[in-house]
């Protein structure tokens, strides 16, 4: 594993094109994760046209009345599915709750699938005509560049390419469509628009980090800004994926802070995707990595069981 290439400094966050080859941008991709727990990836293959549909049908969905939005909150779904109201998730250890809601779109799955058990059906509001074509195929998309991030993972890790493919195949990834709306006057002391937290999953894609306020926490426990050129993704470690590693790839605590001036009277508008292993995939951490300087191997552990752990950590379980 080449942690570092030459033409990237080690006090920056790895700006790549996926277009090249992935043995040209792999270590560069690593050595960004290994230090940061992020990258930066454009042309990435997501079309534009659709990215701005989905900007749109978002906008129009947060847009609806708060009972509307409301009737499509599921009871005891930890907000798996449908939507999630402002001021109900809370990051692990925070006080209060973030100022954010959002609407969960996950992996549809075919009646008698082997992991249905795991993935609830997904919602779909009736009041927007467009948003389930929309986001079925922004989640493929999604999906599509996601794997593509992974072979590249695998090839900084000595692995075989195509490592990852089955280890997420009919994986509980769930795309979340996010609106930060303008900040409350009465917003609670010490209330953010997302608290420090770090990613459950395996990688996170994020659409929408162009602007100003996403920052991760560096090794010597500053917050460093995160900046996104204009179309690209920004691409982080999840927890599962750090376990799988021993830490040799680093899931960074990571926060969105409130504007200021004139940006703390609009709305902010995101979509991550939480690409996740299958639920029965046992996270073991690799040979190859437990031997690496500073290490840190855990226990085995399913990839359902860490998640719904998680969850419950974080007031959605």
Known sequence: MNLMTDNQSAN????????????????????????????????HGIPQDLIDRAEATSKAFFALPEDVKRAYKIEGG??????????????????????????????????GHDLAEYMAPNVWPDEIKEF?????????????????????????LGLDRNFFAPT????????????YPPLPEDAPEGAIRAAAHGDINTITLLLG?????????????????????????????????????AGVLRSTTHRVVNP???????????????????PDYM??????CVSEKGAKPQEPISSHDFLMQRLREINLA
């Open 209 to 245: 980090a162009e602007e100003a306020g996403l920052q991760l926490l560096t090794k010597s426990g500053e917050w460093h800004p995160v900046y996104a050129e204009e179309g690209s993704l920004v691409i982080n470690v999840g927890d599962m994926l750090e376990r799988l590693t």
């Open 168 to 179: 997420v195949e009919d994986g509980n990834s769930v795309m979340r469509l996010l609106h």
């Open 260 to 278: 200021s001036g004139e940006g703390a009277r609009r709305s902010r508008y995101s979509m991550p995707f939480f690409l996740h292993f299958r």
């Open 78 to 111: 930890g907000g798996a599915r449908g939507y999630t109201p402002f001021g109900t998730e809370k990051a692990k250890d925070a006080e209060v709750f973030d100022l954010k809601e959002f609407w969960h779109v996950g992996r549809s799955l075919p009646e």
């Open 132 to 156: 389930e074509d929309t986001f079925s195929e922004l989640y493929a998309a999604f999906e599509q560049t996601g794997l593509r991030v992974l072979e590249a993972i695998a090839l900084h």
């Open 283 to 288: 996270i073991t951490p690799l040979e190859s």
């Open 12 to 43: 920056e966050i790895a700006s790549v094109s996926l277009a090249k080859p992935l043995e040209e941008i792999a270590d560069e991709l690593g050595r960004s994760f290994g230090e940061f727990g992020f990258a930066v990836v454009r042309d």
